[in-house]
């Protein structure tokens, strides 16, 4: 069974494949944590509560009661009674006090998952998961907490949400309300997140733990380029192969906080949630709060199960567009061709020459609107620039159509520019503190989406676009954080909610988009990879990954983007040389084969192409046909790290029946006097043979000993390399 509760000792069981995780009811009411980890037989499991141990629970030694809270391994610790580490929940009564003593009151198991309303969320069958649900009160406040755990039958993950209901008479605040909380025994881990900058994004970052708390979090508004709502403890061996891994990846696109804790005893707390600083939410009697998911993924077989486990699970039970498996259309983006400098017969040019060369749509990026030539006006103004695009936009797809290619067109339906018409109209639609300047940013203010006429002002006008034209494509920008914080739409004792009700605001505008327009492919932007994370994947099947096209730069932020998200969600383009971002020069063909390992499109300007370069792109959209289904549906295997290790970069795609896979190597910088190289290969079936390069090799000496990479000079060559079973 996958959950279950033992009367005997008192503790919840829930199951994976492969994994158990065990939580006790412990003295007084208390939820403890027990175990998460392999799968175990949980007979005899709760000797690991140390319930015999000095301090004692408080039942048989009240005086110590602190040390208890301190210290013992809580399910979903609270502020305020004694427990000292970071606590998960931290209410304020009415009267100011901070502190709730939440005790178990029951359980209900049910087949399925309920949804988060109003967030996005890993969603299940009755028949793949089921959910657990844990009823704490305070009866002071007179608040319900129920912490939900949902267990996938088939993939080693287990989701978690906490769900706060005021049943009392008086208002609360809600300071707190992380999504989980895992406390670990005294062991020794590294820490892996995800951190960097804009064009720098998901950089993979590993150290060792120490005392005290390490965190990554945002407080900018978005799930942002600098850190990353992922964090993964590991013991010190692990590997892609070997070694344990307990991940936590928050499903939410707003302020987070993960972090991992050592503490006085050697014990481990690790936490994720929406960030507390800044974040209160008044909960009056009788309302909800809903606290978004976290997926908790735990491997004892390295990185690269618990990859594999992310990417079937968003593949299978997160991702919604129809378009998640089926064949996207290769696009042309204009904005590094022409940025800001188009006409409509600059983009039919481009168009007409990419259609020839296997490209299927053209992207009408940045500066199609308004008055804009520039990115210092108009946001807010959806209404096509005439004077620009001659004819409107019905005529310029229309004519793009003629050469056979879809349309698709950008938005950053999120803001507001001071030299706007709507700004002139509704100045107190920008976040904005009376009083003060607003800061700006890229000369751009944000729109108050946590006010319901302005997420209805604001679809309105993007779908009012869309119904004008057959547009097939949108891509969603949003290219500043959050500051100034404040609303005229919320009292002072309410402020505190704006951040959660924006990125709720978000998710409202993204849901009315895909519920109206279900054809429509949406690819998710900000300022490259700002929002790249589980909440916009709810909506989007792919999200753009960075502004840095260059290829090498994208080896990192690619590996780090992979090493949670499936490859068919991560945008890449090939870009001209020297690239616009970092000025390298790389072959045509390493951008090709460092795009193919994402959605794969184009960044540049193709009527400025040199023949031969346009004979590669044929050659790049004919790979894009033929392999475009395995790499969307295929297992990631890493195989080196340029970044991480100084070696060439190298990773595999391998289809789920092992059949087939394609592996891809980046040899950055050339050596002297080397010779040929041997790289082990991973995920396929040792006793098959499988023909590579029209050489049959058996399984399990091209995992053990390796293929022969030859030798090659010339600074980033990349090779690709089909790995077929042959009888
Ligand atoms: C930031 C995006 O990441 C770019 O791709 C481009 O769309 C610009 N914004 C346009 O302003």
Partial sequence: MAVFYDEQQRIFVLNTPDTSYVIAIVDDGYLGHVYYGKKVDTSGIRYLMREDEPPYVPGVNRREKNSFLDMFPMEYPETGMGDYRETAFCVRSSAGHRASELKYEGYE????????????????????????????????????????????????VITRSVLVENQGQESVYLEKVLSACLDLHDRDYEMIS???????????????????????ASFRGTSSHQEHPFMALVTPETTQETGEVYAMNFVYSGNFLAQAEKNQFDSVRMTMGIHPEGFTWKLEPGEQFTAPEVVMVYSDAGLGRMTRTFHD????????????????????????????????????????????????????????FGKRSY?????????????????????????????????????????????????????DWAIQIPGREITQSRAQYVLDLSRQEVVDAVYEMI??????????????????HLTTLGSSGLPGDRLGELMHRFTLGVYQLQERLVREFPDLLLENCSSGGSRFDPGMLYYSPQIWCSDDTDAIERLAIQEGTALIYPLSCIGAHVSVCPNHTVGRNTPFETRGHVALAGTFGYELDITKLSDEEKELVKEQTALYHKYQG?????????????????????????????????????????RANVKSSFLRLQGLLPDRRYEIDGKVYSGDVLMHAGIRIPAMQGDFRSLLMEVKAVE
């Fill in 375 to 427: 990115d210092d006006s108009s946001l807010g103004d959806w209404q096509v620039n005439e004077e620009k695009l001659k004819g409107g936009l019905s005529y310029l797809v229309e004519e793009v159509k003629k050469t056979g290619m879809k349309f698709g067109i950008w938005f950053e339906p999120e803001m507001i520019s001071p030299a706007s018409e709507l700004f002139q109209k509704h100045p």
């Fill in 313 to 368: 699970l968003y593949r299978n039970n997160l991702i919604r567009s129809p378009y998640l498996y089926k064949e996207r259309p290769i696009l042309i983006n204009n904005w590094e061709a022409t940025y800001f400098d188009f006409d409509e017969q600059k983009l039919i040019d481009i168009a007409r020459e990419a259609s020839v060369l296997g490209i299927e749509m053209l992207v009408m990026d940045d500066g199609w």
């Fill in 194 to 216: 995800l951190a960097g900058s804009w064009a720098r994004e998901r950089h993979i970052q590993r150290t060792p733990l120490q005392y005290g708390r390490q965190n990554a």
């Fill in 630 to 670: 395995l790499i969307a549906k295929g297992d990631y295997y890493r195989l080196s790290s340029w970044t991480q290790e100084g070696k060439p970069d190298s990773w595999m795609v391998v289809s789920k029946n092992k059949e087939k896979a394609l592996l891809f190597y980046v040899q950055v910088l050339a």
């Fill in 463 to 480: 779908a009012a676009v869309l119904h004008s034209a057959d547009i097939s494509y949108v891509k969603w920008d949003m290219n500043r």
């Fill in 109 to 156: 198991i049910v087949p399925g998952k309920p949804a988060l309303e109003g967030l996005p969320a890993t969603w299940g069958k009755e028949e793949d998961c089921t959910t657990l649900k844990l009823f704490c009160r305070d009866s002071l406040l007179n608040l319900q907490v129920c912490l939900m755990y949902t267990v996938f039958e088939k993939l080693d």
